[in-house]
Protein backbone atom coordinates (compact mmCIF):
# COMPACT_ATOMS: atom_id res chain seq x y z
CA UNK A 1 0.00 0.00 0.00
CA UNK A 2 2.96 1.88 0.74
CA UNK A 3 4.35 1.95 -2.58
CA UNK A 4 0.83 2.16 -4.44
CA UNK A 5 0.98 5.63 -2.90
CA UNK A 6 4.61 6.68 -4.03
CA UNK A 7 3.83 6.08 -7.50
CA UNK A 8 0.53 7.69 -7.33
CA UNK A 9 2.40 11.16 -6.02
CA UNK A 10 4.93 10.30 -8.86
CA UNK A 11 1.82 10.44 -11.41
CA UNK A 12 0.05 13.27 -10.10
CA UNK A 13 3.93 15.25 -9.52
CA UNK A 14 3.35 14.46 -13.27
CA UNK A 15 0.09 15.44 -14.12
CA UNK A 16 0.69 19.15 -12.56
CA UNK A 17 3.73 18.91 -15.00
CA UNK A 18 1.66 18.29 -17.80
CA UNK A 19 -1.24 20.90 -16.61
CA UNK A 20 1.46 23.48 -16.11
CA UNK A 21 3.16 22.88 -19.72
CA UNK A 22 -0.53 22.91 -21.61
CA UNK A 23 -1.70 26.18 -19.73
CA UNK A 24 1.70 27.82 -21.09
CA UNK A 25 0.83 26.85 -24.40
CA UNK A 26 -3.22 27.39 -25.03
CA UNK A 27 -2.61 27.74 -28.57
CA UNK A 28 -1.27 24.48 -29.21
CA UNK A 29 -4.03 22.53 -26.89
CA UNK A 30 -6.77 24.25 -28.97
CA UNK A 31 -5.23 23.47 -31.82
CA UNK A 32 -4.53 19.69 -31.43
CA UNK A 33 -7.84 19.63 -29.44
CA UNK A 34 -9.67 20.55 -32.82
CA UNK A 35 -7.66 18.43 -35.11
CA UNK A 36 -8.36 15.48 -33.61
CA UNK A 37 -11.91 16.75 -33.10
CA UNK A 38 -12.13 17.18 -36.69
CA UNK A 39 -10.48 13.99 -37.26
CA UNK A 40 -13.38 11.93 -34.73
CA UNK A 41 -15.73 13.80 -36.97
CA UNK A 42 -14.56 12.38 -40.43
CA UNK A 43 -14.97 9.11 -38.98
CA UNK A 44 -18.57 9.79 -37.82
CA UNK A 45 -19.27 11.18 -41.08
CA UNK A 46 -17.61 8.15 -42.78
CA UNK A 47 -20.27 5.83 -40.98
CA UNK A 48 -22.85 7.94 -41.91
CA UNK A 49 -22.47 7.92 -45.78
CA UNK A 50 -21.95 4.16 -45.57
CA UNK A 51 -25.10 3.16 -43.98
CA UNK A 52 -26.97 6.07 -46.16
CA UNK A 53 -26.42 3.23 -49.05
CA UNK A 54 -26.99 0.03 -46.59
CA UNK A 55 -28.93 -1.03 -43.51
CA UNK A 56 -26.36 -3.37 -41.92
CA UNK A 57 -22.62 -5.05 -41.89
CA UNK A 58 -22.37 -7.88 -40.79
CA UNK A 59 -25.19 -7.19 -38.74
CA UNK A 60 -24.63 -4.26 -37.23
CA UNK A 61 -26.63 -1.47 -37.18
CA UNK A 62 -25.50 2.38 -38.09
CA UNK A 63 -25.58 2.75 -34.40
CA UNK A 64 -24.53 0.01 -33.07
CA UNK A 65 -21.25 0.74 -35.63
CA UNK A 66 -21.28 4.57 -34.04
CA UNK A 67 -21.43 2.60 -30.76
CA UNK A 68 -18.58 0.56 -32.16
CA UNK A 69 -16.60 3.58 -33.10
CA UNK A 70 -17.42 5.67 -29.74
CA UNK A 71 -15.67 2.92 -27.76
CA UNK A 72 -12.49 2.61 -30.26
CA UNK A 73 -12.20 6.21 -30.15
CA UNK A 74 -12.57 6.30 -26.11
CA UNK A 75 -9.57 3.72 -25.90
CA UNK A 76 -7.91 5.53 -28.60
CA UNK A 77 -7.85 8.91 -26.72
CA UNK A 78 -7.26 7.74 -23.54
CA UNK A 79 -3.93 5.61 -25.01
CA UNK A 80 -2.62 8.86 -26.61
CA UNK A 81 -3.84 10.96 -23.63
CA UNK A 82 -1.72 9.25 -20.84
CA UNK A 83 0.78 7.22 -22.86
CA UNK A 84 1.63 8.08 -26.40
CA UNK A 85 3.90 11.14 -25.81
CA UNK A 86 6.01 9.07 -23.55
CA UNK A 87 6.47 5.81 -25.51
CA UNK A 88 7.05 7.88 -29.01
CA UNK A 89 10.35 9.29 -27.46
CA UNK A 90 11.27 6.66 -25.25
CA UNK A 91 13.07 4.93 -29.01
CA UNK A 92 15.03 8.17 -29.48
CA UNK A 93 16.01 8.61 -25.73
CA UNK A 94 17.21 4.80 -25.73
CA UNK A 95 19.14 5.63 -29.20
CA UNK A 96 20.53 9.13 -28.05
CA UNK A 97 21.63 7.56 -24.57
CA UNK A 98 19.08 10.36 -23.20
CA UNK A 99 17.34 7.45 -21.17
CA UNK A 100 19.67 7.67 -18.58
CA UNK A 101 17.60 10.43 -17.34
CA UNK A 102 15.53 7.77 -16.22
CA UNK A 103 17.98 5.37 -14.77
CA UNK A 104 18.23 8.20 -12.25
CA UNK A 105 14.45 8.08 -11.17
CA UNK A 106 13.21 6.82 -8.38
CA UNK A 107 11.15 4.52 -8.91
CA UNK A 108 10.35 1.66 -11.76
CA UNK A 109 12.02 2.63 -14.90
CA UNK A 110 9.05 1.26 -17.14
CA UNK A 111 6.46 3.68 -14.89
CA UNK A 112 8.65 6.54 -15.14
CA UNK A 113 9.59 5.98 -18.71
CA UNK A 114 5.86 5.56 -19.86
CA UNK A 115 4.08 8.29 -17.99
CA UNK A 116 6.35 11.11 -17.62
CA UNK A 117 3.56 13.09 -20.20
CA UNK A 118 0.00 13.40 -20.37
CA UNK A 119 -2.10 14.93 -23.83
CA UNK A 120 -4.47 16.82 -22.07
CA UNK A 121 -6.14 17.33 -26.23
CA UNK A 122 -6.82 13.79 -26.52
CA UNK A 123 -8.37 13.51 -22.49
CA UNK A 124 -10.44 16.17 -23.62
CA UNK A 125 -11.21 14.50 -26.80
CA UNK A 126 -12.39 11.32 -25.06
CA UNK A 127 -15.31 13.17 -23.65
CA UNK A 128 -16.99 13.48 -27.04
CA UNK A 129 -16.25 9.56 -27.55
CA UNK A 130 -18.07 8.84 -24.47
CA UNK A 131 -20.96 11.13 -25.94
CA UNK A 132 -20.97 9.18 -28.91
CA UNK A 133 -21.23 5.98 -27.14
CA UNK A 134 -23.92 7.44 -24.77
CA UNK A 135 -26.14 8.99 -27.74
CA UNK A 136 -25.66 5.64 -29.56
CA UNK A 137 -26.97 3.93 -27.11
CA UNK A 138 -30.41 6.41 -26.09
CA UNK A 139 -31.15 5.96 -29.91
CA UNK A 140 -30.49 2.24 -30.06
CA UNK A 141 -33.42 2.52 -26.66
CA UNK A 142 -30.72 0.66 -24.21
CA UNK A 143 -30.68 1.19 -20.37
CA UNK A 144 -27.33 -0.83 -19.39
CA UNK A 145 -27.57 -1.35 -15.89
CA UNK A 146 -25.04 -0.46 -13.38
CA UNK A 147 -23.24 -3.97 -13.79
CA UNK A 148 -23.04 -3.64 -17.36
CA UNK A 149 -21.67 0.14 -17.15
CA UNK A 150 -18.81 -1.30 -14.82
CA UNK A 151 -18.32 -4.34 -16.89
CA UNK A 152 -17.48 -2.35 -19.77
CA UNK A 153 -15.17 0.73 -17.53
CA UNK A 154 -13.30 -2.66 -16.83
CA UNK A 155 -13.25 -3.55 -20.94
CA UNK A 156 -11.75 -0.47 -21.71
CA UNK A 157 -9.46 -0.53 -19.43
CA UNK A 158 -8.45 -4.02 -20.32
CA UNK A 159 -8.23 -2.77 -23.93
CA UNK A 160 -5.87 0.69 -22.91
CA UNK A 161 -3.99 -2.26 -21.30
CA UNK A 162 -3.04 -4.44 -24.44
CA UNK A 163 -2.83 -1.41 -26.52
CA UNK A 164 -0.24 0.21 -24.04
CA UNK A 165 1.87 -3.11 -23.69
CA UNK A 166 1.66 -4.04 -27.30
CA UNK A 167 2.97 0.26 -28.35
CA UNK A 168 5.39 -0.31 -25.38
CA UNK A 169 6.81 -3.76 -26.56
CA UNK A 170 6.96 -2.82 -30.03
CA UNK A 171 9.21 0.84 -29.51
CA UNK A 172 11.14 -1.60 -26.32
CA UNK A 173 12.53 -3.36 -29.76
CA UNK A 174 15.02 0.06 -29.72
CA UNK A 175 17.18 -1.63 -27.43
CA UNK A 176 18.48 -3.83 -30.01
CA UNK A 177 17.74 -2.37 -33.48
CA UNK A 178 18.61 1.15 -34.44
CA UNK A 179 15.06 2.33 -35.56
CA UNK A 180 11.93 1.01 -34.42
CA UNK A 181 10.12 3.94 -35.76
CA UNK A 182 8.74 1.49 -38.64
CA UNK A 183 7.40 -0.79 -36.10
CA UNK A 184 5.54 2.08 -33.85
CA UNK A 185 3.90 3.48 -36.81
CA UNK A 186 2.49 0.04 -37.11
CA UNK A 187 0.03 0.65 -34.08
CA UNK A 188 -1.86 3.03 -35.84
CA UNK A 189 -2.61 0.76 -39.00
CA UNK A 190 -3.22 -2.16 -36.30
CA UNK A 191 -5.55 -0.26 -34.69
CA UNK A 192 -7.85 1.13 -37.18
CA UNK A 193 -9.18 -2.60 -37.00
CA UNK A 194 -10.78 -2.27 -33.94
CA UNK A 195 -13.40 0.08 -35.44
CA UNK A 196 -14.64 -2.53 -37.51
CA UNK A 197 -17.13 -5.63 -36.24
CA UNK A 198 -15.33 -9.27 -35.02
CA UNK A 199 -18.06 -10.82 -37.25
CA UNK A 200 -16.71 -9.20 -40.36
CA UNK A 201 -13.47 -11.27 -40.04
CA UNK A 202 -13.26 -14.88 -41.14
CA UNK A 203 -10.78 -17.42 -42.07
CA UNK A 204 -7.05 -16.30 -41.54
CA UNK A 205 -7.86 -12.53 -40.86
CA UNK A 206 -10.21 -13.78 -37.78
CA UNK A 207 -7.04 -15.91 -36.21
CA UNK A 208 -4.15 -12.88 -36.48
CA UNK A 209 -6.93 -9.85 -35.60
CA UNK A 210 -9.02 -11.66 -33.14
CA UNK A 211 -7.14 -14.27 -31.91
CA UNK A 212 -3.66 -13.69 -31.99
CA UNK A 213 -3.75 -9.63 -32.07
CA UNK A 214 -6.64 -8.47 -29.95
CA UNK A 215 -6.89 -5.59 -31.87
CA UNK A 216 -10.16 -6.47 -32.48
CA UNK A 217 -11.76 -7.41 -29.34
CA UNK A 218 -10.52 -4.26 -27.45
CA UNK A 219 -13.53 -2.32 -28.91
CA UNK A 220 -16.03 -4.91 -29.90
CA UNK A 221 -16.10 -6.69 -26.28
CA UNK A 222 -17.06 -3.31 -24.50
CA UNK A 223 -19.54 -2.29 -27.13
CA UNK A 224 -21.40 -5.46 -27.09
CA UNK A 225 -21.73 -5.37 -22.97
CA UNK A 226 -23.49 -2.24 -24.06
CA UNK A 227 -25.13 -3.98 -26.39
CA UNK A 228 -26.32 -7.13 -25.43
CA UNK A 229 -25.35 -7.41 -21.29
CA UNK A 230 -22.86 -8.55 -19.10
CA UNK A 231 -20.34 -11.63 -20.72
CA UNK A 232 -18.54 -13.43 -18.14
CA UNK A 233 -16.71 -14.84 -21.13
CA UNK A 234 -15.54 -11.45 -23.10
CA UNK A 235 -14.71 -10.40 -19.42
CA UNK A 236 -12.41 -13.46 -18.93
CA UNK A 237 -11.12 -13.37 -22.59
CA UNK A 238 -10.06 -10.13 -22.46
CA UNK A 239 -9.04 -10.30 -18.76
CA UNK A 240 -6.52 -13.27 -19.88
CA UNK A 241 -5.38 -10.86 -22.76
CA UNK A 242 -4.49 -8.05 -21.02
CA UNK A 243 -2.74 -9.87 -18.61
CA UNK A 244 -0.48 -11.57 -21.30
CA UNK A 245 0.57 -8.86 -22.92
CA UNK A 246 1.33 -6.33 -19.96
CA UNK A 247 3.61 -9.62 -18.85
CA UNK A 248 5.24 -9.67 -22.50
CA UNK A 249 6.09 -5.97 -22.28
CA UNK A 250 7.49 -6.23 -18.66
CA UNK A 251 9.56 -9.42 -20.30
CA UNK A 252 10.88 -7.73 -23.30
CA UNK A 253 11.24 -3.72 -21.79
CA UNK A 254 13.38 -5.74 -19.25
CA UNK A 255 15.54 -7.98 -21.08
CA UNK A 256 15.90 -4.86 -23.65
CA UNK A 257 16.86 -3.09 -20.57
CA UNK A 258 20.01 -5.34 -19.80
CA UNK A 259 21.18 -4.23 -23.07
CA UNK A 260 21.41 -0.95 -22.89
CA UNK A 261 24.53 0.97 -23.00
CA UNK A 262 24.02 4.44 -21.85
CA UNK A 263 25.36 7.92 -23.12
CA UNK A 264 28.43 7.48 -20.11
CA UNK A 265 29.14 4.28 -21.19
Known amino acids: MHKLNYYLKLWLASV ?14 LLWSTVELFWMG ?20 KYEMLLLLGTSMLVQRLL ?12 DNIRTGKFDFFLAQPGNLMFMASTRKLDLDSLANSVVAIALVAYSARELGLSPSLLDLATYAFLVGCGLVIHYSFMLTMVSLSFWITNAQGLEGSYFTLFSFSRIPREAFRGVTQLVFVWTLPVVIVSNAPAQTILYGFNPQL ?21 GLKRYSSASS
Open 16 to 29: RYSVTRTLMFRADF
Open 42 to 61: INILLVSVIYAHTDSIAGWS
Open 80 to 91: IGFFWANIHELG
Open 235 to 255: CLWLAGAAAFWFALTVIVFHC
